[in-house]
């Protein structure tokens, strides 16, 4: 039994899942199988793969995969291991007693196997070894020495051991080459010395011999050693028959079809490799394996097994002299050390030694280069993957951390060996679970890790921790004494591991990180990056080392801690720093160390010195010796207020990272300016800057300094301590190449991109500082306008992303920095969102950038949030702010069914009074929607009235006084027989009104509503039943109804709901009287697609049972499931059925007759558009076959005629004279013949024997009876050439002109002929009446009498009866095309000219001389008119047509038969297809689909088949297509009124046009339309183009047409505000008057529902009492949130605030640092930049980003803040600043500002040019010129400079 659980920090195990076996299991383990045909190696990093378990028997394997299939696989030999890989499994075989002594003749075997997927072969291993010589071999894996101890799937390696040679080697795992099969496959020829034989490596099937274990000698194959001879005894018995004990897995191969399927051949001879001839075709093995050159006279199965994975040799360990026996790893893992280098470690536990191997990947990244070994003494160890690092069990005990091979400290574990501990007693015993759970505290708190003694401590809270330290620290205790120790290590995950102990216990521990804080981190990284590796590594180790001493520092000290360590590593002396002297480390002192006992064990190391110079006793001993041998410098004394004693420090030039120093600041310097660019680490940037500031002097970085002092003015001062660097030891300093003395700085590069200036490339550490990258690009791509630039360059240390090199001369740098007009804006913006999406850049991390930096992102967004385009994925949406575009693409990601769409929908339970009553299969539509589209009355409850056929009807009878009471009785009887009538033709309408609306349960049974055939009488509602006896009532009259009423039911559930074979089956009866209702259900299954799902062996079950109505069902619906495929095995179910499509001798099956009609319609839906010729030549035999001899076929013939017909058309649907290969067959004249009559044609085809002999009983003669087969010919005339207008054609099929000739035709077939006509002749039709009545011909026209007239004329060469008929059924007919021309289209016109003729019917039913016409046509032709109508109206729930249903659902006795009602029941249904969700289709298929369910000639009783099966009533759900649209809301998710514009493409009747809609509306066909806009001002505008295709509006529309809109601010829905008068507030504020400040903050709830804007409104913008000062800040904010709110831009309100706290701290001069300074610069310079203003050019309708007024008013503050500090005394500041002279303190933060906001150049760069001098502003303007500095600020020096005293701006 295998038993998976999953655990966690919080809980217990937990077991998830039990699998149970027969056998015992050997080994479980999970494996990854790709689940692909395509086997070549590219193909597997797309592919999706299988989890699975793998459970491993002695027999065979079972594998469970994650989503629940199950495979066995049974294997040909013992198994002794199973190793998951990349690919597949990996078997090795277990050597057998019984082996062929080497000395054989015959090929050893292979030793390992590998199976690919579970129903793939097993199949052999190949392995590729170099040779001495360099040539490399490639056979099988046979010796049997080789065990593999290791696979790893990233890399794919494999480690083996060699038991004869003592060596560990490593392979690499991969899939073989083709010319390594052919290699392997092919018989070498150069003779039989014994090489050849190896090389040639045939591979012979001896396993049977193996797994049966009979003696080898006996295989038949001995003889297979005389290779060459190819008398092979092809009579051997077990090359033709299966080995039982080989899995027969071909019969489950994955490859079903023939062409894929070659490999999958089984048995045991197909370990025969054939390889007899020596033709050179044999190089083709792989594509033909049967292709033999001479004659395949091998038995076609033995065809070889081609091996599929391949091992190529990479490394094998030295062999020494002295090797011991039996040195195999017993644990072998990969770890990578702190720079991330990899060691491939394997763990020899004989020799107690840990065996490490470096190895990398070559540049070009194919193979894998391995290094030397490393010996670690070790007894057992485990890799800490979270952090790098190893755990090693030494020998004595100890445990030891190393990264790599470098050795980093002790681990101690405190509590664990003491046994007098008060934990003991509750140390788990090994059977509980690991967590510790039975233990009262966590047993994993952990402390860190010191030097020597380094501790994890998993310290039991119960003592504290004072006395634990001292027990810790003073005694030496080494575990051997306490009598437990630790045994092995195990289960390492993460960072946690467990510790076996030696008394039977577990103890899980956690290693410590290597940093907590995020800054240390990110500082850690991008140091670890520039230094060397192996420096890179001896910093880290010293860093773990301190930073993991006992106690572990908190949060904060952890950077001083960091900032310690670093610069005592650069050669600091930390103590005597005044800034890090004065560091707290919150109590735990430096390191404590503990005494140490000297160890002989150990030889001493290079750390040990180190450590003890960085400790705090050395320190101490140092400055002293410092104190001696220093000069003090008294001239510094003034200046440094806080040192006690002031001197000068120098650095130790011989610590480890002195030379490292530039390079280390440069990246710490780029740390710092990534940190700037995030406004969640202020605090980080301070603590930082002190240490760059230290840093900078002391390298004499004057520029960095300066730009220090900028940015924080208070922090920094101008001077400070200085350490001096001895000037001999600057030499060593390495500086690296992309040292700078330009101080790096993000703010000015995007403040110069904005001005158009040039700018050097910006550096970026890559990994470390995306957010630079990030920026740098966005603002190079949306301002520059530079699209090629999201590629980048690298060079060695640091990629540099080069946007512009610098040019100087000025007019290039103009034009290269200017904005580009090749792209329109829109897309720029475009691509910015796109491409900062694929970044993984989100909402969160933009909140995070400072408002000035993120300005252009912000704009690119609200470009873009405008107008987006439809496609792009949830990622970008959710960035631009568009939920209902997010929410739109997630649910197209999703599959179907699964979509949270139908929670939106979904109806809840109906109220408690419809639940009480019997379901009458209704109550799950979508009341919502339909009260949206329908609001104005109450029609949907009318329909359910209508169609409901679950109550029992009124019968209403007056007792007349000569009527006795059992005549009542039997009066009232026959009225419901009559009402009966109505009642079982309701549920087809039911089934389209409710169609698609439910998801089943899986768990329950589909209701079925029963049909209720009782009536009440009143008065007294007496039950009226029909079973009394009293009336004759039709046998099986319901068993038709009931089909129906399952299919209406079974037609309720959606195509998207989960369903399996299962659930189909769980709904069968118990009772046989409901089989009818279930024959029903498999239909309705079939038509919305689940039949697929049942499994063939219970459609086998159904047929056999016999039941026709099952039968037609079943068949009709698979059929309609498998619509067009052409699907072999429906055609072999289907032709079962059809006497015809069988070969002649076949026995004579009895099928039904109309299970026979049934079959040969599913055969045309099957071959749908498919043109296949011998189903067609078939199928039109068969709309002419004569009644057989036997009478066999002489029932219902017309039913059968018509289904040929249909099906015949189906099958040639559309391809009208395009007929390939089938022109012998003559079909349209054939079927003209059929049509008109004549001479039958001799029957051509294998089944004329039948048709010999004439029928002994219906007297046909040898003509044709036109009678059977017009209505099918006709039909299947139109359908072939369905749209073609073809004129030829059409000219067969009008109406005859002469009185003789009219006499031939039955009346009713003209109806057919003036469909089939229109329907070909398709872009005639004209939805008007004078076209309808051009189809009449002259001679109908002139003389038929208007029915109003009282007398007839009289004539006696005309027969008055012939011309009325034919002149209504051929207007029927005209009408009925009609409705197919527009059919779900709503075109008015084609509704008013159908309404007159429907009108015009029922006025012709009333009229005199109605009895000329027959009541029974007019009633024909009444219902065609209407189902034309509803064609037409499909969907909408016109009310006129509602109208005309309803009054005819009234009229009940009379000629109204069942049929009748029928037709104007599915009128009624189709007006509200799938409750408004539906509509129709004319597409091919549909038309096709749409003739079958509304053929013209309705039944004329319950039980009438006669003339058309009436189960394809129900085949127009071939035809419905969902085309509704609703809008849903996304805040609050329930469906909403929006505006839609809906663009036609021009046709030839009409010019590209325009039409608004309100939605939720019903769409008209996709192919029409050219685009769909959801338009404002109301909800933001979402624009579908269809002109790129319409995939994305079909998945729309299919999950119930949910289209997410999203109100904009300040509206409210057309539901509230159907005139849009309530937002006339909204208007009024709109429009940006003055009276903006008289906002009232409570209106805001009418622009917007976010709750962070509402609670600002309320507690910012309200007044209170005595507000005084505060008012004017009030009104500030209060416009601020209006322009927000109004502009939809609520984003920006942060920046707004953030920029007037700015400018009212620096009116107080209280600016502490100058970034928001910088922020406020950049959004200015943004607005101002070319790019900006060509935009605005562009689009001036845009709405403002940030206000107009705002920006100019910011500006003007600033100017007169900082000139009024330059007329106070400020410009004598500068003037210091300028010209190097010290400066006064309380000036410094005035002067940065100063500095920031003008862009002043640091002094360095002004001694050039001269600042005396120089006479006038001309010459000074010209020589700032290369300084790029903004002339307003040359205005603010310019005094300064000439030596005027006044300043020239005022």
């Known amino acids: 039994m295998v038993i998976w659980s999953k655990g966690s920090k919080s809980q217990a195990l937990a077991v998830y899942k039990a699998f149970t076996v027969d056998s015992p299991v050997q080994q479980a383990l999970w494996c990854d199988f ?66 062929v002594p080497p000395g054989s003749p015959r090929e050893p075997l292979p030793t390992m196997f590998s199976m690919l997927h579970p129903l793939d072969e097993i199949t052999p291993l190949v392995c590729k070894s170099g040779s001495l010589f360099g040539s490399s071999r490639v056979q099988y894996v046979v010796d049997h020495a080789m065990k593999i101890v290791f696979l790893n799937t990233d890399p794919s390696i494999v480690m083996t051991y060699d038991a004869v040679q003592n060596v560990h080697s490593v392979w690499t795992l991969r899939r073989v080459k083709s010319e390594e099969e052919n290699v392997v496959l092919k018989f070498s020829e150069q003779g039989g010395t ?73 048995g045991v001879q197909r370990f025969n490799i054939s390889s007899h001839n020596q033709s050179p075709k044999r190089h083709s093995i792989s594509h033909s394996p049967n292709s033999n050159s001479n004659g395949s006279f091998l038995a076609p199965e033995t065809e070889p097994i081609v091996p599929e994975l391949c091992i190529d040799h990479l490394w094998t360990e030295t062999i020494t002299n002295i090797r011991e026996k039996n040195s195999q790893a017993s644990k072998v893992f990969i770890t990578s050390d702190l720079c991330g280098q990899k060691f491939l470690c394997f763990l020899v536990e004989s020799q107690l030694q840990l065996r490490c191997v470096k190895f990398q990947e070559s540049n070009d990244k194919t193979q894998l280069i391995f290094g030397s070994v490393t010996n670690i003494p070790a007894k057992d160890a485990a890799p800490v993957e979270k952090i790098d690092t190893m755990l090693v069990l030494e020998g004595s005990g100890n445990l030891v951390l190393y990264t790599g091979v470098v050795r980093v400290g002790k681990v101690f574990i405190p509590g664990l060996p003491a046994p007098s501990l008060t934990m003991s007693n509750t140390m788990p015993r090994p059977s509980t679970p690991l967590d510790g759970v039975s233990t009262p505290k966590p047993l994993s708190k952990l402390l860190g890790s010191l030097d020597e003694v380094v501790l994890l401590s998993p310290v039991p809270e119960l003592r504290d921790s004072s006395k634990l330290h001292d027990s810790l620290y003073n005694e030496d205790c080494t575990f051997q004494q306490l009598g437990t120790y630790i045994h092995s290590i195990r289960d390492p995950v993460h960072n946690r591991v467990t510790l076996e102990l030696s008394n039977g216990s577990m103890v899980r521990i956690t290693i410590p990180e290597i940093a ?142 002195f030379t490292h120093i530039p390079a280390i600041f440069f990246v710490l310097h780029l740390v710092y300016e990534e940190l700037k660019l995030n406004t969640l680490m202020g605090e980080g940037i301070c603590s930082l800057v002190e240490l760059l500031v230290q840093l900078a002097r002391d390298l004499k970085l004057g520029p960095y300094v300066d730009h220090y002092y900028r940015d924080y003015p208070t922090l920094v001062r101008t001077t400070g301590q200085v350490c001096t660097i001895d000037p001999g030891q600057t030499g060593f300093m390495h500086h690296p190449s992309f040292f700078t003395s330009e101080p790096p700085s993000i703010y000015q590069w995007v403040s110069s991109c904005l001005k158009g200036e040039g700018m050097p490339p910006y550096p970026y550490l890559p990994g470390i500082c995306e957010r630079s990258r990030l920026v740098v690009l966005s603002i190079a791509l949306y301002i520059l306008g530079d699209e090629s630039l999201v590629s980048d360059e690298s060079s060695q240390y640091l990629t540099r992303i080069t946007i512009a090199p610098q040019k100087l001369q000025v007019e290039q740098e103009e034009n290269r920095f200017s904005f580009r007009h090749s792209t329109s804006v829109s897309s720029l913006a475009e691509r910015l969102v796109v491409w900062m999406t694929n970044v993984g850049f989100t909402l969160r991390d933009l909140e995070t950038l400072p408002f000035g930096i993120a300005l252009p992102i912000r704009d690119a967004i609200y470009h873009c949030r405008e107008q987006p385009a439809s496609d792009w994925p949830e990622a970008v949406c959710l960035l631009i702010g568009r939920q209902d575009l997010s929410k739109q693409a997630c649910e197209g990601n999703l599959p179907k069914g699964k979509s949270s769409v139908t929670q939106v929908l979904s109806s809840d339970v109906p109220s408690g009074t419809e639940t009480e009553e019997e379901d009458d299969g209704m109550n799950d539509m979508n009341h919502e929607v339909m009260s949206l589209i329908w609001s104005e009355d109450l029609r949907v409850q009318d329909v359910r009235r209508l169609l409901q056929s679950a109550h029992p009807v009124r019968v209403n009878v007056v007792q007349y006084p000569e009527l006795s009471d059992h005549e009542f009785i039997e009066e009232k009887e026959n009225r419901l027989l009559q009402l009966c009538q109505r009642t079982m033709a309701l549920p087809v309408g039911r089934g389209m009104f409710t169609l698609f609306s439910y998801h089943p349960v899986p768990t329950e049974p589909l209701p079925i509503p029963k049909l209720n055939l009782t009536g009440r009488a009143p008065p007294r509602n007496t039950t009226v039943d029909l079973n009394s006896g009293n009336i004759d009532v039709p046998p099986n009259m319901t068993s038709w109804a009931s089909f129906h009423n399952g299919v209406a039911a079974g037609l309720k559930i959606a195509p998207a709901s989960q369903i399996d074979s299962a659930w189909i089956v769980y709904n069968k009866p118990k009772h046989a009287e409901l089989a009818n209702e279930y024959a029903g259900f498999l ?16 459609i086998h079950d159904y047929l056999t049972k016999g039941h026709e109505m099952t039968s037609i069902g079943l068949l009709l619906g698979v059929s309609a499931a498998k619509l067009g495929t052409m699907d072999m095995s429906i055609t072999r179910l289907l032709s079962i059925h059809i006497p015809a499509l069988l070969p002649p001798t076949s026995t004579e099956l009895d099928v039904p007759h109309n299970v026979q009609v049934a079959a040969v319609v599913g055969i045309g839906l099957v071959y749908q558009g498919t043109a296949h010729r011998h189903t067609a030549e078939v199928l039109l035999a068969e709309i002419g076959r004569p009644p057989g001899p036997e009478m066999e076929y002489c029932t219902d013939r017309e039913s059968y005629s018509l289904a040929a017909g249909l099906a015949l058309g189906m099958v040639c649907l559309g391809h009208g004279s395009n007929l390939i290969g089938m022109s012998d067959l003559n079909v349209p004249e054939q079927l003209y013949q059929y049509m008109v009559g004549g001479h039958r044609r001799f029957q051509t085809g294998m089944h004329r024997e039948k048709h010999k002999s004439p029928s002994y009983q219906i007297k046909e003669g040898d003509t044709i009876n036109v009678d059977v087969t017009c209505p099918g010919a006709t039909l299947a005339l139109a359908m072939i050439y369905l749209k073609t207008n073809n004129r030829s054609i059409a000219d067969w099929l009008r109406a005859p002109d002469t009185m003789y000739l009219l006499d031939f035709v039955k009346p009713e077939f003209l109806l057919l002929r003036t469909l089939a006509r229109c329907l070909i002749l398709w872009d005639d039709i004209l939805p008007n009446s004078k076209w309808v009545d051009s189809n009449v011909p002259q001679i109908i026209r002139e003389n038929s009498i208007s029915l109003s007239e009282i007398e007839l004329p009289c004539s006696e060469d005309l027969n008055l009866e012939t011309l009325s008929q034919a002149h209504v059924y051929i207007i029927a007919g005209a009408c009925l095309s009609l409705g197919f021309r527009f059919a779900g289209s709503e075109n008015l016109s084609a509704f008013n000219c159908l309404h007159k003729f429907a009108k015009d019917f029922m006025t012709y039913l009333s009229a005199p001389n109605a009895s000329v016409t027959g009541p029974h046509n007019l009633e024909t032709c009444l219902s065609v008119v209407l189902l034309s109508l509803a064609m037409v109206m499909a969907g909408s729930g016109n009310l006129k047509v509602l109208q005309l249903c309803r009054f005819l659902h009234m009229k009940t006795g009379g000629e109204m038969n069942y049929g009748f009602h029928l037709a104007h029941h599915m009128a009624l249904g189709l007006l509200f297809l799938g409750g408004g969700r539906y509509s129709l289709s004319t597409s091919n298929s549909s038309i096709a689909a749409l003739l079958c369910a509304l053929y013209p000639h309705f039944p004329a009783h319950s039980t009438d088949n006669r003339y058309h099966l009436q189960a394809l009533r129900h085949l127009y759900v071939l035809a419905a297509e969902p085309r509704l649209l609703v809008p849903v809301d996304v805040d609050t998710n329930t469906p909403c009124y929006a505006l839609l514009e809906v663009t036609y493409k021009g046709t030839q009747w009409y010019e590209q046009t325009k ?7 019903l769409l008209p066909e996709l192919h029409l339309l050219k685009q769909i806009k959801v338009k404002g001002p109301r909800y933001w505008e979402l624009l579908i183009d269809l002109s790129k295709g319409t995939q994305h509006l079909k998945s729309i529309l299919s999950k119930d047409g949910v289209l997410y809109v999203k109100l904009r601010a300040g509206q409210l829905s057309y539901k509230e505000d159907p005139m849009g008068w309530q937002s006339l507030l909204a208007q009024t504020v709109a429009n940006r008057n003055s009276e903006a400040r008289a906002f009232k903050p409570e209106t805001i709830s009418a622009f917007t529902s976010d709750p962070a804007l509402l609670s600002f409104a309320e507690y910012f913008c309200k007044p209170t009492v005595n507000m005084g000062q505060k008012q004017e800040i009030l009104d500030l904010f209060s416009s601020v949130l209006y322009e927000c709110v109004t502009q939809e831009t609520p984003e920006m309100l942060p920046a707004y605030i953030a920029m007037d706290q700015a400018i009212r701290r620096l009116g107080r001069r209280e600016m502490s640092e100058t970034s928001e300074l910088w922020q406020i610069k950049l959004v200015l310079e943004f607005f101002s930049s070319r790019s900006h203003q060509e935009r605005l050019q562009n689009h001036p ?89 903004p002339v307003r600020a040359l205005l603010r020096l310019a005094p300064l400079l000439l030596g005027n005293p006044q300043p020239m701006v005022m």
Request: hydrophobic share 35%.
């Open 194 to 266: 014994p090489q050849n034989v190896a090389t040639s490596s045939s591979l012979t099937a001896h396993l049977r011999s193996l797994s049966k274990g009979d003696s080898p000698v006996t295989s038949p194959f001995q003889n297979y050693s005389s290779i060459h001879s190819q008398s092979r005894s092809t009579s051997s018995p077990s090359l033709h028959s299966r080995s039982p004990s080989i899995s027969n897995m071909a019969a489950l191969s994955r490859a079903h079809s023939p062409a894929l399927g070659v490999h999958s051949f089984s």
């Open 516 to 657: 907590t804080s995020e800054l240390v981190q990110t500082c850690l990284q991008a140091i670890k990056f520039i230094l060397p590796k192996e420096i890179a590594v001896q910093m880290l180790v010293k860093w773990y080392n301190v930073h993991s001493a006992p106690g572990g520092p908190s949060y904060h000290s952890e950077w001083n801690l960091f900032v310690t360590c670093l610069m005592n590593m650069m050669g600091y002396n930390t103590d005597r720093l005044a800034w890090t002297r004065n560091f707290d480390f919150e109590g735990s002192l430096s390191p404590v160390i503990a005494p140490k006992k000297a160890r002989p064990s150990e030889t001493g190391s290079d750390d040990d010195w180190e450590y003890l110079l960085n400790s705090d006793y050395h320190q101490n001993v140092e400055s002293h010796l410092l104190n001696r041998s220093l000069c003090l410098s008294p001239s510094e004394a003034s200046q440094m207020k806080d040192e006690d004693f002031s001197q000068n420090l120098s650095l130790d030039s011989s610590t480890l990272l």
């Open 1555 to 1561: 039409e608004e809609l309100m939605a939720p509306t």
């Open 34 to 99: 790709i689940i692909s045909q395509d086997k070549s190696e590219k193909a597997y990093s797309s592919n999706e793969v299988e989890k699975c378990i793998c459970i491993l028997q002695s027999s065979c394997i079972n594998m469970h995969s994650i989503e629940g299939k199950d495979y066995i696989a049974s294997l040909p030999f013992q198994v002794a291991n199973v190793w998951p890989t990349k690919y597949g499994l990996l078997f090795e075989r277990s050597a057998s007693s019984h082996e």
């Open 1741 to 1829: 309708k845009r709405g403002l980003f940030m206000n107009s007024e705002f920006l100019p008013v910011v500006k003007c503050t600033i100017d007169n803040t900082l000139d009024q500090w330059l007329q106070v005394g400020g410009d004598m500041c500068v003037h210091a600043y300028l010209s190097g002279q010290p400066l006064e303190e309380s000036q410094l933060s005035m002067l940065a500002c100063f500095l920031v906001y003008h862009s002043v150049p640091a002094p360095q760069h002004l001694p050039p040019i001269g600042l005396e001098g120089s006479t006038s502003f001309a010459e000074l303007l010209f020589k700032f010129k290369q300084l790029k500095m």
């Open 1083 to 1098: 239909m309705a299954l079939g038509l919305n697609g689940h039949l697929t799902k049942l499994a063939t062996l219970n």
